[in-house]
């Protein structure tokens, strides 16, 4: 017998694939049959992974019922087995399969739900870094600044739905105001969640045209625009954008590539 | 380019101008604009927002997913969709 | 030989400080800890849960460890699986462990990773020569990454291979034997085991290493029906007090600790079930003088 066959039989039926090879490695009786007895550690394994998504994506489990939920995340768990030792670590992949899964369609916003509630886990457990010394930007040359690249501050990150997704987060925690029942879905938000002096904000910017156009800014920079696009896009607004950017520690370092 | 080139010029001098040299986080806090719609969630001390890890077995019946459950039973049942409020906007 | 950094040396515990019955550290009972700071011989923090850097849990454990000496308790090891040490885990394992001191750093006799994929769940072993020759193989190359001894704990099976060819407790004494590591010995996973496979646990008991045993597991199950299924969830059952007597009888005066992971209760409730082990431990020493001491 090779070890080796057995566990990949075993990790092949555990996630949802032939069972037939790793049930044949085990002993049956009359109490509980080969196949029961492997199905204890499938359900186990599917159990302590369905309790880690529930406790990553509380809210999502809550817009669908823990019935719904569970279900769902044995076909998610199936698909997407863990590849990390670290539970903070899985999951990334939920919103994904959210937005092509058949039984979600008549809740569309189901997976920008969840990849709040990602980054939002994401955001919480940042480094907070020391920001850069932007005064050696004035020590680069002409051809050097305008392929400047920023960073944005890593405990922060920005997120664009179609659905009014931050209510609906919002609607879940405790001592909330916000009722599910107010809540107009069908409204685009661009939001900023970061985490500041130990609280969680999910800020969405303002219906002000500078604010929105910032939301923007700082979006370019997370695709990683370079100094020279940013001019071209944003024009003379680029002078406020950047201090704006780098006085409220939205923009964290800088690189000369 | 050299409208850009300018443009950048005129950029980093006003960063150069703000003296911000020694921002932390914290400046943030209250900055203008940015938090006009939505609160903030004070995220509990125990709030470490991951499952643990243990050394325990679970139960989930195998086999669960192929009576699949299409019912959803949450929240989302709660929501009334189309409905329009202006202006309901939480301010923190 | 080991680094000293800040945090270690203030530490005023050793290893010679884990004694008595200590709690499994729990993040539901971090704030009531902190603020009541009740009287806990010591606490084991599952490491798994410390391992990434500059989390809130990893503060707690920086805070807690101050006042309480701890042990370490992993699930990510998999000592028993086929794919290469996880160096990743291990180093951060190393880390952690220079900055926190644990008294020793214990982990399960099973797999839990393979092929790339980890399961989180502890899946057994087939039980032969062989078997137990790799995982000697792996348990001396952590011990020689860690700088130290590592501790092994028996796990409670729901299956048995039909490739085993020997007893547990035969693989058990020769893994723990030809690595030289120490043993954790879990006495309701030995009960649980023992119902669910029908042998006898006293003979697995007492066919165990007295003198390798670091540390005593107890813990409740639940009662399926068709199986017991090692839960943590529940207080400790009657035939396990039972059989734990026999165990401090076999092992002496080893230091014992409560888990408990499902359905936690207040902390005041596991501390209870940690007096009831203090009491019977104590009565059996004092009525016995221990052998393995
Ligand atoms: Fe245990």
Not at chain 1, 93 to 113: G, N
Not at chain 3, 191 to 204: G, I, M, R
């Amino acid at each position: 017998m090779d070890i080796k066959t057995l566990q990949g039989d075993f990790i092949e039926a555990i996630f949802g694939g032939d069972k037939s090879s790793a049930v044949s490695h085990v002993i049956g009786d009359d109490l509980l049959t080969a196949e029961q007895r492997f199905g204890i550690y499938k359900g186990s394994v599917h159990g302590i992974l369905t309790q880690a998504l529930g406790t990553m994506f509380p809210v999502c489990k809550a817009l669908v019922g823990d019935k719904f939920f569970d279900n769902m995340c044995d076909l998610f768990i199936n698909e997407y087995p863990p590849k990390t030792t670290y539970f903070a670590e899985y999951g990334g992949d939920l919103p994904t399969f959210l937005s092509t899964f058949e039984h979600v369609k008549d809740i569309p916003y189901l997976a920008d739900v969840a990849r709040l509630e990602w980054t939002r886990q994401i955001v919480w457990h940042a480094k907070s870094v020391e920001v850069a010394d932007f005064s050696a930007l004035s020590e680069l040359n002409e051809e050097q600044q305008s392929n400047v690249v920023f960073q944005l501050a890593k405990n922060m990150h920005l997120i664009e739905s179609e659905f009014r997704i931050d209510e609906l987060w919002f609607a879940h925690q405790p001592d909330t105001d916000v009722k599910l029942e107010d809540i107009e879905i069908n409204h685009a938000v661009k939001l900023i969640i970061r985490k500041d002096q130990g609280t969680l904000k999910i800020s969405m910017m303002s219906k002000d045209e500078n604010d929105r156009d910032f939301w923007d800014f700082l979006h370019a920079i997370s695709l990683g625009y370079n100094l020279e696009r940013l001019a071209e896009q944003y024009g003379e607004a680029l002078g406020n954008h950047l201090s704006q950017g780098i006085e409220g520690a939205w923009i964290q370092s800088f690189t000369t590539e | 380019m050299s409208n850009n080139t300018n443009l950048i010029k005129t950029a980093l001098t006003g960063i150069m101008a703000t003296g911000l040299l020694a921002v932390t986080s914290s400046a943030m806090a209250g900055k203008p604009g940015m938090e006009k719609c939505m609160g903030v969630a004070a995220a509990g001390k125990n709030d470490c927002g991951t499952s643990e890890h243990a050394c325990a077995g679970m139960s989930k019946t195998d086999g669960q997913a192929e009576e699949w459950v299409y019912v959803k039973e949450g929240t989302c049942t709660k929501l009334a969709g189309g409905k329009i409020k202006v202006g309901k906007a939480k301010m923190k | 030989m080991k680094s000293q950094n800040t945090i270690s040396t203030k530490n005023p515990y050793n290893k010679n400080k884990i004694q008595g019955c200590g709690i499994g550290l729990r993040i539901d009972h971090f704030d009531v800890i902190e603020e009541q700071k009740p009287d806990v011989p010591w606490f084991e923090a599952l490491s798994d849960n410390y391992l990434l850097e500059d989390t809130l849990q990893r503060n707690y454990l920086y805070h807690i460890r101050n006042d309480y000496p701890i042990t370490f308790h992993g699930v990510g090891m998999s000592i028993g699986s086929t794919e290469p040490l996880n160096m990743d885990y291990l180093k951060r394992l190393k880390k952690l462990k220079d900055e926190v001191q644990p008294a020793w750093i214990s982990d399960h006799l099973c797999w839990t990773s393979a092929h790339g994929v980890v399961t989180h769940d502890l899946i057994p072993l087939p039980y032969t020569t062989d078997v137990a020759k790799h995982i000697v193989d792996r348990i001396l190359q952590v011990q020689d990454f860690l700088g130290e001894q590592i501790v092994i704990e028996n796990v409670s099976s729901y299956l048995q291979f039909k490739a085993t060819d020997m007893t547990e407790w035969d693989f058990i004494n020769e893994v723990t034997s030809h690595s030289d590591c120490k043993l954790l010995l879990d006495v309701n996973n030995i009960y649980v085991s023992a119902q669910n496979h029908k042998f006898d646990a006293d003979e697995y008991l007492f066919a165990m290493p007295a003198e390798r045993v670091a540390e005593i597991h107890l813990a409740g199950y639940e009662d399926k029906g068709t199986h017991l299924l090692d839960t943590h969830s529940r207080p400790v059952t009657e035939p396990v007090w039972d059989l734990f007597k026999k165990a401090v009888k076999h092992v002496g005066d080893v230091p014992v600790l409560i888990e408990w992971d499902n359905d936690i209760p207040p902390l005041e409730r596991v501390l209870e079930e940690s007096a009831t082990a203090r009491k019977y431990q104590q009565a059996v020493l004092s009525k016995e003088s221990p052998n393995g001491h």
